[in-house]
């Protein structure tokens, strides 16, 4: 945890502050859904989409094996587990690029990038 060590004052001998508190872990809801978050990205990024004519007409195709299964679950245990210790949910929000190329209307080709 990094300090800050504070000025001397009336002559005495400077101390050690924390320099901000330390973060607390989620709720139980907020770990949930975070947890979800990433299980749904992981399954996502498992898939593979297709195009189905030249007008951008989209068909997307999700494994349902238990290998995928067994990913699906690894990937939201660590996230769990990361959160539950007090890593920063934050980085998370970074898995919408995965699921940019699911939704279901016309994006832009960029997005298509993380298919």
Known sequence: MPVILSQRVNGH?????????PL??????????????????????LGTIGFAS????????????SGALALVIG?????AWLLRAGAPPAP???LALVALPWLPFQVPAAFLIWS
């Open 75 to 79: 990937a939201a245990g660590v996230v």
């Open 92 to 94: 998370l929000a970074l």
């Open 54 to 65: 030249s007008h951008g007409a989209r068909i997307g195709l999700l494994p349902a094996s």
């Open 13 to 21: 001998h400077p101390t050690l502050e924390p320099a901000s508190p």
């Open 24 to 45: 607390r872990p989620p709720g139980v809801i907020a770990l949930s859904l975070w947890t979800l978050w990433a299980a749904l990205a992981a399954w996502m990024s």
